[in-house]
């Protein structure tokens, strides 16, 4: 059985859990002092989850490895649980036989942290990357089966003597014993399997719009209409984005289910946003109209002429900062697709341009769309939605590119291909 003591300082709930663990005869690794933050005391051979390395901690530990308990020691990547900051570790445990510990027996560390896959694409963008729990899963059960040992490990780990673990500190955090090599080598083989995988989309994407031959032939004027025109029409609602208050936008890491704040400047550098805000207070915010959150489905367009751009916001909520809009369409009028392809087009930035500078705006309700039936809509929004995606996967495998190549080559540099045999 395993106990979990809440914070020490103060509070009727923690005294109350801290007094069950003190009268409980099965806890035999000793207590924490009752300002110490974390208490993980273990008993016949159940899991329980630690992750702390303070001090106090050291004599636990010392006393789980002495007695031959600590099978162990997993650290989860963050997100898994509350606090979703955290990497939690999860410690494996075995029944004592009263014997001790075997001179020769080794405790297994584990960095399951590795095993995610690297936050890029459009998750880099909404700031949003789940966990993996089925890759999570098999990886942590491999190493644990293999016992750090040959086999087809899928995240870092090594197997560690408890004779080298009983030092000064005591630090069982894997991520502090798993060699650089071992924790490299996994990273490259995610890399090329990944990059292996945007290959495949690219060829599928490639296959699918070569095959869209563009008319050489004038063919009749369909004409344009304006954003305006459409708004005026009913045909689409625009809504502007704003600056939430400095206080209140986070940074860091955030849990799943946050909502990321978007800017220019995060646009322009292409990445993850770095500030997000709770979902709560974000769909509060939204409903009070003090911030101007998207919907699924909604078009995104950036106002601002060096960084023009729209696309089909499909990992929505974003909360959208100044000189993004937020544009909702009739489905019985427009496809939001064919709206987004049709905004983007940079001759659609020039004409709505105030003027040619990196510091201008774009007029958006100036910016015009293709007048044709919403039948015709779908299959150019079709057609748009491929490039998008085509767009995003070059993107990604130009990232990803680049890490295989910056990785492959501190390798080699450090003299690490194998040596021929014979």
């Given amino acids: 059985m395993g106990h979990d003591v809440p914070s020490g300082r103060g509070g009727e709930g923690g005294l109350r859990a801290r007094f069950r663990v003190i009268c409980d005869k099965r806890a035999v690794y000793n207590t924490l002092h009752s300002l110490e933050s974390i208490l993980a005391v273990a008993a016949f051979g159940t899991a329980t989850v630690g992750g702390d390395t303070v001090t106090a901690i050291s004599r636990i530990r010392a006393a789980l490895l002495r007695a031959g308990v600590l099978r162990a020691v997993i650290a989860l990547p963050p997100g898994c649980a509350p606090p979703h900051s955290v990497a939690l570790h999860l410690w494996v445990l075995r029944a ?8 020769g027996s080794e405790v297994l560390l584990v960095d399951a942290a590795s ?23 098999r990886s942590v059960l491999s190493a644990v089966r293999t016992e750090g040992g040959p086999g087809d490990q899928t995240c870092a780990c090594v197997s560690r003597p ?8 005591i630090d069982l955090t ?4 798993v060699p650089d090599i071992a924790a490299a080598g996994l990273g490259l083989r995610r890399s090329w399997a990944r990059f292996g995988a945007l290959l495949d989309e690219l060829h599928d994407l490639t296959t699918t719009l070569s095959q869209l031959e563009l008319n050489a032939e004038d063919g009749p004027d369909q004409g344009a209409v304006t954003v305006s025109d459409l708004a005026r029409a009913g045909a689409l609602s625009l809504r502007t984005g704003q600056h939430p208050a400095d206080d209140t936008v986070l940074t860091g890491d955030a849990p799943a289910d946050a909502v990321p704040v978007l800017t220019v400047s995060d646009v322009l550098a292409g990445g993850r946003p770095p500030g997000w805000l709770p979902a709560q207070e974000a769909s509060e915010g939204g409903k009070r109209g003090i911030l101007t959150v998207t919907a699924p489905g909604e078009v995104v367009i950036v106002g601002a002429y060096r960084a023009f751009d729209a696309w089909v916001d499909v990992d929505a909520p974003t909360v959208l900062g100044p000189q993004l809009f937020a544009v909702r369409v009739d489905p019985a009028l427009l496809d939001p697709w064919f709206l987004a392809g049709c905004l983007r087009a940079p001759t659609n930035a020039r004409r709505a341009g105030t003027h040619a500078s990196s510091s201008s705006r774009v007029d958006i309700r100036r910016l015009q769309v293709l007048r044709i039936p919403l039948e015709e809509q779908r299959r150019y929004g079709e057609a748009f939605r491929r490039l998008s995606a085509f767009e995003r996967s070059l993107r990604e495998a130009g990232t990803v590119g680049r890490e295989l190549v910056g990785g ?11 040596r021929r045999r014979g």
């Fill in 162 to 169: 408890v004779i080298e673990l009983l030092d000064d500190e």
């Fill in 174 to 177: 894997p991520a502090r014993h």
């Fill in 408 to 418: 492959m080559i501190d390798g080699l540099s450090t003299g690490k291909l194998p």
């Fill in 96 to 103: 004592p036989d009263g014997s001790g510990v075997d001179p």
């Fill in 115 to 137: 095993t995610q896959p690297e936050v890029t694409g459009r998750a880099q963008r909404t700031g949003r990357a789940g966990i993996d729990w089925p890759l999570l899963r």
